[in-house]
């Protein structure tokens, strides 16, 4: 494509050399700038992109954007922009020739929710026989193919190539999860959605947002008329149960669909409902009608809320009851979701990804509301290291306040040491009084220790990475799933 083309709408300071260039691919990592490619040097954490500009070169860039020039490499096209992030987003969007227009996309945010409701409106609208393309924490596909990719929200460039792909192989709606570094780091700029999903907004990202205010502003961008240029979007569902969802009902420009599982005064809301470990069944009315009667096999009362919020999506898409209904229906338990492992006759064992400090405490209090008379529930989990401190003791204390027994151990360290982490940790435990605790780093025998406690009729909770299969330590990373570690134990005493 003619770099004319691909830069057209760029906000710029100078151009420096040629503009005719026929321009192959896009990248911002000079490792995988090809011949007659453009890169972007844009800031890192760490490193500056502008460090690798002559890395960039010599793998073949024939152009590159950046915050400044540079005189050791002539020849070359310098477009010199004050941010090179959103230059990023906005080149990415003209190289694969705007491929969001040409798609229905659903962007679910919000702290708690946004993985299994994805999941649900992807079900949804499969049901309605529309041919899709998904992105989540778990996993990412197009159609029936998987796609990979490094963070919850991709950049720029691999967004847009996953949009483009979409709509070669015919697919008409896209439903992503979309981050607060997402929307802070301009990787949506210039995307075109049709639905925003607010779910709610609890602590978490305080490492990189320092406070609730700045996470909150992050994720109110979306949803506000001046920012619409860069997220343009026609429909909102919201959670007003959620002290920030309201704050973003009275702001918002969007078409808006509120939803609660506490108040008739939403236009969506769940009656009639009735939770057990085998799932969930309830009513769902919609602007004082019956929708639909739901029965789902996804358990804990939470999964009200997004069943509500993936209801909420479809009717903003203008897919009807039956959709609804069966998508729920014939949605599967979710990889590391309040996941049920299969096999243990003697007590239950769930595994689940909560990470912060709500979603501890929604999956622990589901899971005592489900335990039977002389029953106890038993909590394994840990916090990341290099990650808000902050919620690490009130984790804790949630902890200590709901389980009857718990054993504190690592989640991923990475350059910390893990008994520091689990001391901030223990603190909120022993604020409540709780006693019943027991400090054990090594994952893998804290889950096995919590395993070999459980008597009949207990549920034991293992928190903190859901679906991942790996831990992080400082400098390396190793193979580590809670399930496989549960159904290693359970094939053994079966064994026996």
């Known amino acids: 494509m003619d770099l004319k083309e691909i830069i057209k709408g760029l906000d710029y300071v100078e151009i420096i050399g040629d503009t005719g260039k026929d321009i192959s691919d896009i990248t911002f990592n000079s490792k995988t700038a090809v011949q007659d490619s453009l890169f972007i040097a844009v800031p890192g954490f760490k490193r500056d992109g502008k460090d690798y500009v002559s890395d960039a070169v010599e793998n073949g860039a024939v152009a590159v954007i950046s915050s400044s020039r540079t005189d050791k490499i002539p020849g070359i096209t310098q477009i010199i922009v004050e941010e090179p992030r959103p230059a990023l987003a906005c080149v990415s969007n003209n190289f694969f020739n705007r491929p969001s227009g040409k798609l ?142 309201r704050i973003l009902c009275k702001e918002t420009d969007l078409e808006t669909i509120t939803y609660s599982a506490k108040t008739k005064e939403a236009d969506l809301y769940a009656d009639d409902i009735i939770c057990d470990t085998s799932g969930i069944k309830m009513n769902i009315i919609f602007r004082g009608k019956r929708l639909t009667d739901i029965s789902s096999p996804l358990s804990g009362y939470f999964n009200v809320y997004n069943i509500l919020a993936a209801a909420g999506a479809a009717i903003s898409l203008g897919l009807d009851s039956i959709n609804i209904k069966e998508g729920v229906q014939t949605d599967n338990a979710i990889s590391g979701r309040f996941e049920k492992i299969n096999g243990i006759d003697d007590f239950t064992v769930i595994v689940d990804y909560a990470h912060t400090p709500d979603g501890l405490e929604n999956v622990l209090l589901t899971a005592k509301s489900l335990l039977k008379d002389g029953s106890r ?120």
């Not at 991709?154 to 981050?179: C, D, Q, W, Y």
């Not at 718990?406 to 040491?417: H, K, L, V």
């Open 104 to 245: 229905k996309i659903t962007g679910i945010t919000g702290t708690n929710g946004k993985t299994t409701t994805t999941f649900l409106v992807n079900s949804m609208l499969r049901s309605a026989l529309s041919d899709t393309s998904f992105i989540t924490t778990i996993m990412s596909g197009i159609l029936n193919e998987c796609a990979i990719f490094d963070r919850t929200t991709p950049e720029s460039p691999e967004l847009n190539r996953f949009f483009k792909n979409s709509v070669e192989k015919g697919v008409t709606h896209a439903i992503m999860e979309v981050s607060s570094h997402a929307v802070d780091l301009h990787r949506i700029d210039f995307i075109d959605f049709e639905t925003f999903v607010f779910t709610n907004l609890t602590q978490d990202h305080l490492d990189y947002h320092k406070n609730m205010e700045n996470y909150f502003n992050a994720k109110k961008k979306l949803f506000i008329k001046e920012y619409r240029d860069i997220f343009k979007c026609k429909n909102a569902v919201i959670n007003i149960d959620d002290f920030y969802g």
């Open 377 to 496: 529930l038993i909590s394994v989990f840990g916090c990341g290291g290099d990650r808000d401190k902050g919620k690490r003791p009130k984790m804790g204390k949630i902890a200590g306040d709901i389980s009857d027994y718990i054993f504190i151990t690592s989640d991923n360290p990475r350059s910390e040491e893990p008994e520091s982490i689990i001391k901030m940790i223990e603190e909120g435990v022993m604020e409540t009084g709780n006693r019943n605790y027991i400090k054990i780093p090594d994952r893998r025998k804290a889950i096995l220790e919590a395993l070999e406690t459980a008597q009949k009729d207990d549920i034991v909770i293992i928190a903190g990475k859901g679906h991942e299969d790996y831990q992080e330590f400082s400098g390396h990373r190793i193979h580590f799933s809670d399930q496989e570690v549960v159904r290693e134990w359970n094939k053994k005493r079966g064994a026996e």
